[in-house]
C-alpha cells in the first residue's frame, strides 16, 4: 500500500494542479515548474492518449524540479497495468521518491479513437491498483484478477512505495477508492456531498485523502468558458452525478445532440450561470474562497487541484497564482 497521504482532514491542505496536454510539451514542463515556485505540491499529467506521452513528460519534469510531486492520470485500457507500473516506477527514480498515480476508468474522449471497449471498468481499475501495488513490493509476481493476470512478473526497479489515487464519479468506483486506494479526485460541486458518503462509508478504518477537482471560474470571462465545457460534465457521468447537477433528461438529451453536431460551443448557449455554479465554483475571487472554505469544512476535503486545461505560460502562470491566492485564504480562514 501507498504512503498514507491523509486523516479525514490534513493538518496541511494538499494544493496541486491537473494539466490537459493541450500545449507544447517545453511550456507543459515549464508549467510545472512555475506551479513549483508558487507552493504547488502536486502535479498531475492527464493521459490523453494521442496527445503528449505523459511519462516521457514527467521524466522530463522530475529532472527540472525537485519539491513537486509528479502523477500521470491513466486510464487501465491504452496501457497494460503492468507497464503503467513500470513507467511510474521510473518516475518515482528519477524523481527521488516524488510519484504518484492516479487512475480513471476510461472515458470515451480518450479510448473512442483508438477503437477501445471499456469494458469491465471496475474490475480493470481494481487490477491495476493490485498490480502496481504487487510489482512495486520489487518481488516477483503471479496473479490472476478480474481482466489482467501476471506470470512470473518483476519491475526491474526496486520496491516503491508510491501512493494510488482514483478519480471517479460512478458508485461503485467511489466505494473501489474508499476500500483500496490512497486518495480520490471527486469532481462537481453539488456532488460532493453524495460522492464523499460513498467513500467514506467503504473506507472506514482507512486514510482515504479526498481531493476536489475544479476548474475555477473567478471572472465573467472564465464563466463563460465553463459554459462552453460544460458538455464534458455529462459525457459519461453517471445519473447520481446528473441529478445531483439539477438537470433533467431532456436538457442532458438536447445538451449531448448539441455536443454531437456544434462540439462544446454548440452547448454553451444552453448552459445557465445557474448550471455552472452547480457544477464548478464560479463567482469572483472573493466568493470563490469562501466557497471553497465551506466546500473543505463541510465534506472534510483533504486537498484542491486546479484543472488546467488552455496553453499560454503567462496566462496560466497568472492563473496559478491567483488560485493560490484563494486556496491559502480559504484554508487559513
Partial sequence: ???????????????????????????????????????????????????????????????????????????????????????????DQLSGGRAFLTLVAGGTMVLHPMGIDRKSPLGAVDDTIEICRRLWTGHEVTWQGHVHHLQGASLGTGPHDIPIWVAARGERLLELAGAKADGVVLMAKSDLGPATELVWAAGRDREVAAIYLDRLAFTPEMIEEAKGLYAYAILDSPPRMLANLGIDGPTIEAMRAAFQSGGPAGVAPLVTDEMVSAYQIAGDPQSCRAQLGRLIDTHRLDGFMLNIISPGIESNTALLSEVMSIVRGATDE
Avoid at 11 to 17: A, E, N, P
Avoid at 19 to 25: E, G, H, K, S, Y
Fill in 1 to 91: 500500500m501507498g504512503q498514507p497521504m491523509s486523516g479525514r482532514r490534513h493538518s496541511r491542505t494538499i494544493v496541486g494542479m491537473q494539466i490537459v496536454p493541450t500545449m507544447p510539451v517545453d511550456e507543459l514542463i515549464d508549467t510545472i515548474v512555475v506551479a513549483e515556485s508558487l507552493g504547488y505540491g502536486y502535479a498531475m499529467v492527464a493521459d490523453e492518449g494521442l496527445m503528449h506521452d505523459v511519462y516521457a513528460t514527467l521524466g522530463a519534469a522530475a529532472k527540472a524540479t525537485s519539491t513537486i510531486r509528479l502523477g500521470a492520470v491513466t486510464n487501465p485500457y491504452t496501457r497494460h497495468p503492468a507497464a503503467t507500473a513500470a513507467a511510474i516506477a521510473t518516475i
